[in-house]
């Protein structure tokens, strides 16, 4: 009888330690599984160190829904300094759900979705009882800081190096984004000085000055009508000089010089020549936008005349490749008692950049 007592009795304490283990078991509450936030990713509009600023675009989809009270918190690196968006600053931050851009204040008093507020490196974000449904789990969380947002300032790079950026907050996901910070490629080079300067049927002739009517130069034998734009001689000027360029003009002689006689046909101002009298003038016309022609070498220049001392010419301010073209001739005339004979000059012109 005793070993029937005894053996009931084990049996006994063994049923009833299986009745408390499986009852601890339902009573105490099962741990939380953890969840994490997943595509997670942060875009910076600069990743060079400090002193450089730069936007960020905070993008992860949540896999618990985010309710109204719950928060989301964005804890930077502190070599981040994120002091210029310290406090409220809403201007600076924007927050979507999905394609749902939620309304931001300081706290939840108002009428809008969310409140925000950035102390210490990290960035919280409250709902509010205004957005009711809360962001459900699943929706993709885009969070704009910076000019990107609208505002004005921006997030101070740290130094060079990979940083973390943790997202946390009551509503049970987590995850860290990493950003690398790096150093800019430095890249230099030099743009040569240029010039080119070219001159258009350099050859020019008067033909037979008849001593009644004003001969103009062109490239075959002169005529006594001016030789439309674009004729006869085209002075084209290129340079890449910050402050322009000069070109001056000086004859050989001191007009038209017939050597044979050893007599000069002076040179006067273009507005003077006439087709009855001894006179000599080069000149330019038809100048193009970058080009501008000394008044004194104009159609009608009457101030100056040409001489074997360089002379303002054509100027050109700043850099030119287009419109930079210039004609170029010469008008003169021949009285009764002109000697006959074979009259020449040469023009020289000279172009000066200023780089």
Do not use: W
Not at 139 to 151: D, K, P, S
Not at 173 to 183: E, M, Q, R
């Amino acid at each position: 009888m005793p070993k029937i007592i005894k053996k009931h009795g084990k049996t006994a304490l063994v049923f009833g330690l299986i009745f408390v283990l499986v009852a601890m078991y339902l009573l105490v509450p099962l741990a939380k599984a953890a969840t994490y936030i997943t595509n997670y990713s942060d875009a910076l509009t600069d990743s060079r160190p400090s002193p450089v600023a730069a936007d960020h675009t905070i993008t992860f989809d949540v896999t618990s829904t985010v309710h109204v009270g719950d928060t989301i918190t964005i804890t930077f690196d502190s070599g981040f300094d994120t002091s210029t968006i310290e406090g409220t600053e809403t201007a600076d931050v924007d927050v979507k759900d999905e394609s749902t851009d939620l309304t931001l204040a300081a706290n939840c008093a108002g009428s809008e979705d969310a409140s925000i507020v950035m102390a210490s490196d990290v960035l919280t974000i409250t709902i509010c009882s205004e957005y009711a449904a809360g962001i459900a789990g699943g929706n993709t969380v885009e969070i704009q800081i910076g000019t990107n947002a609208g505002g004005t300032h921006q997030i101070v790079n740290p130094t060079v190096g990979v940083k973390d950026i943790a997202v946390a907050g009551t509503f049970g996901d987590t995850g860290t984004i990493k950003v690398a910070i790096v150093l800019g490629i430095s890249i230099t080079a030099t743009v040569a000085e240029s010039l080119s300067f070219t001159i258009e049927e350099p050859t020019l002739n008067f033909g037979t000055i008849d001593g009644a009517n004003i001969r103009y130069t062109n490239t075959t034998t002169g005529t006594n009508t001016e030789p439309t734009n674009g004729e006869p001689c085209v002075l084209t000027l290129v340079t890449n000089a910050s402050g322009g360029a000069t070109i001056t003009i000086q004859d050989l002689y001191t007009g038209l010089y017939d050597s044979g006689a050893s007599y000069t046909i002076d040179a006067t101002h273009p507005n003077d020549v006439s087709g009855t009298s001894e006179s000599y003038a080069p000149y330019a016309k038809n100048n193009a936008a970058n080009l501008a022609i000394d008044a004194a070498f104009a159609t009608d220049g009457n101030t100056v005349t040409v001489t074997t001392t360089p002379q303002s010419f054509i100027t050109a301010a700043g850099p030119l490749s287009t419109l930079n073209t210039v004609d170029i001739l010469a008008k003169a005339g021949a009285a009764a008692a002109t000697p006959t004979g074979s009259y020449a000059d040469t023009l020289i012109l000279v172009a000066t950049p200023t780089f």
